[in-house]
């Protein structure tokens, strides 16, 4: 102990430091959550070789400086210790050699090549285990100290030097890929390891050079084996990064490989308004069932709900993919499993080629892009490259340009579209509609900015500029002694499963004076009972607090009596295809006259959308539909001239 205290050398503390070190990377290392992972393994090794090099560092310096470790271990003891050493210090380098690979997925098939790469290390263990039975190469003086014999002593650090020349054949080639932050990090570990040969030359000793290893290890456990960026903790599968590393990694070493996606339909609302557990659970399930298609680690998660399962070496039209494919459609035949309840889950299959039909990752992002509008189809086979529409992607990158600086370009505006109440004969209510106008494209239609702004993520900040501009509009204009009673405001599916949204409302609603009564939110027909938990609590707060909410879109396809008694909403609105349709055939008329029945006799108030005709709106009237909105009696308009036209039609 008092050689610890009070150390005779800095190779004493060094080694210890050193020693310290590595058991502090250790136990991160260990503590992580456990995923399997080729390159958690190597590291792993990596740890294990630079502990023995630093335990057993510790033991000669011991030796070196304390009698009492000098008596029990002896100076043929301490030869062995040395030898030992020294092994698993050139053992270092090509396991380092190995994690980098590893890091940029690269696997060497001919036995040719991988004798290549473990010569060197073989030379220098065999160069350290000659010294059992000879002195050629180096020998040990009085003080039980390593002394090379030259020129033959300094081959063993030319074999090592290999190591890193093609260590930094690599780097050179592949760091590109990684982030600033990591491609630092590799270099500085690559570089700390180089410096250890003439710093055990300058200082003749090797404890600064594990003590400088010990630093790197410690720096690349919080860089590279960081599971939460290339692994997501709720599924065990992939990250977007890993999978955008995975990319670019195999097309710069020029490799075929193919990715089959699994886009689940609706699978992110799904998720995201469960509890983690609940989510995690169905998560885990899915990564389990796939996982058996393809190797660990080829397996990633978007948050977009899309599974992609890579294959390389493999071309999208080999028989494995369809194969793959036709398992997992079967799979999903059947029910899945989430809080003791069974429930469908409906996927589509994609699959491209890299690099014969993408062959960059930007291309890929623009590929997925389009993407995604096609799987709103719901298409049941596997959709290629082939079957997209790529004409339209530049189109798409521009106006999604447009949308992330819509707000701050000021190209956003609020028009308000006035409603119909016949048993007034006056426009109690609107809705608002947004509308973006670019100085260049011009007006860009609704249907095509709003799925852009939820894709980038600008969508809640749009919809928090809409319900501002219906607040200040009824705070600052005559609009309620005019008889407006309230605004309909369409919410969109991302924020209704936020979980601050019935505060955030709140808070607006307070800071523009602006009562719960005089706002209706829209949301959409997909809306589904029990399984939207947050939506429901949502908005059964704002409810609660008097603000009122419309089903949007009514009649499209996902209505079922049950579902339209236990709603809880104030107003229906019919869609505008269930109106023009009514008058385009008798079948399509009884429909609609018996959806206005059943929903009147449920209490619950009717909107006509995409009125247009006087006789339109004359038959819809004689339905009792409680509220008509069309062309018919007015088109959306900007704010000023609408509050002309209630004061002209209410006045």
């Not at 948050?303 to 399962?309: A, F, K, M, R, V």
Request: proline share 3%.
């Amino acid at each position: 102990m008092r050689t610890l205290i009070y150390p005779p050398s800095y190779d004493v503390v060094f080694s210890f430091a050193s020693l310290l070190l590595i058991l502090v990377t250790l136990f991160i290392h260990i503590s992580e959550e456990n995923y399997y992972s080729k390159q958690r393994y190597i590291f792993g090794g990596i740890i294990a070789v630079a502990l023995m090099i630093n335990s057993i560092g510790f033991i000669h310096n011991m030796y070196l400086y304390n009698d009492t470790v000098k008596k029990i271990i002896g100076y043929d003891g301490n030869t062995y210790v040395v030898i030992l050493e020294k092994a698993f210090t050139y053992i270092m380098p090509y396991v380092s050699i190995k994690y980098v690979m590893c890091i940029f997925q690269m696997e060497i098939d001919k036995l040719r090549k991988q004798l290549i790469l473990i010569l060197p290390m073989i030379y220098a263990i065999f160069f350290f285990a000659s010294g059992l039975f000879t002195d050629f190469f180096y020998y040990f003086n009085e003080e039980g100290n390593i002394k090379y014999l030259y020129p033959q002593g300094a081959t063993v650090n030319f074999t090592v030097e290999l190591y890193f020349l093609f260590a930094t054949y690599l780097l050179v080639r592949y760091t590109r890929t990684l982030s600033t932050e990591k491609a630092t990090a590799i270099w500085i570990y690559f570089f700390l390891m180089l410096a250890g040969i003439p710093i055990r030359i300058v200082t003749k000793s090797s404890s600064v050079f594990e003590f400088s290893v010990s630093i790197a290890l410690l720096l690349c456990v919080y860089t590279f084996q960081n599971p939460s960026e290339f692994v997501d903790r709720m599924s065990g599968a992939g990250t977007r990064n890993a999978l955008n590393f995975a990319i670019s990694t195999n097309l710069i070493q020029k490799k075929e490989f193919t990715l089959l996606g699994i886009h689940i339909d609706r699978f992110s609302v799904l998720i995201g308004s469960e509890s983690t557990e609940t989510a995690s659970d169905l998560l885990i399930q899915i990564s389990q069932y796939l996982q058996q298609f393809c190797q660990p680690g080829n397996l990633f998660f978007l948050e977009t709900g899309d599974y992609i399962l890579m294959f390389p070496n493999v071309s999208p039209d080999e028989s494995i993919i369809e194969n793959t494919e036709e398992q997992i459609k079967r799979r999903f035949k059947d029910f899945w499993n989430i809080r003791g309840e069974e429930i469908k889950l409906f996927e589509s299959p994609f699959a491209f080629g890299f690099p014969d039909e993408i062959d960059s990752l930007e291309r890929f992002g623009e590929v997925k892009g389009v993407l995604d509008k096609a799987l709103l189809k719901q298409s049941r086979d596997i959709i290629r490259i082939s079957d997209l529409n790529m004409k339209i992607v530049e189109h798409d990158k521009k106006i999604d340009s447009i949308v992330k600086h819509a707000l701050e370009d000021g190209l956003l505006e609020v028009y308000y579209q006035p409603i119909y109440a016949p048993k007034t004969g006056k426009f109690s209510s609107c809705e608002a509609l947004l509308r973006l106008k670019d100085p260049q494209l011009g007006f860009i239609s609704p249907a095509i900015f709003m799925p852009i702004a939820e894709r980038n993520g600008t969508i809640l900040a749009i919809d928090k500029f809409v319900l501002s501009s219906v607040c200040e509009m009824l705070s600052s204009s005559d609009v309620r002694k005019l008889g407006l009673e309230y605004v309909e405001v369409n919410l969109s599916v991302v924020d209704c499963i936020q979980a601050n949204l019935a505060d955030n409302v709140i808070s607006l609603l307070h800071k523009y004076q602006v009562k719960p009564q005089e706002i209706n939110f829209e949301i959409t027909e997909t809306y589904e009972q029990g399984i939207t938990s947050v939506m429901n609590e949502n908005m059964e707060k704002l409810s609660q607090l008097g603000v009122a909410f419309s089903m949007d879109d009514f009649g499209t396809g996902y209505s079922n009596i049950t579902r339209i008694a236990t709603i809880p909403v104030k107003i229906f609105k019919l869609d505008k295809s269930i109106i023009q349709a009514a008058f385009d055939s008798e079948v399509s008329y009884m429909v609609m006259m018996n959806l206005i029945k059943i929903i009147k006799s449920l209490k619950k108030e009717i909107v006509a959308e995409g009125v247009e005709t006087g006789e339109q709106a004359r038959q819809i009237i004689k339905l009792g539909c409680d509220h008509i909105q069309g062309f018919f009696y007015a088109r959306p308009l900007p704010k000023d001239k609408f509050v002309e036209f209630l004061r002209d039609h209410n006045g």
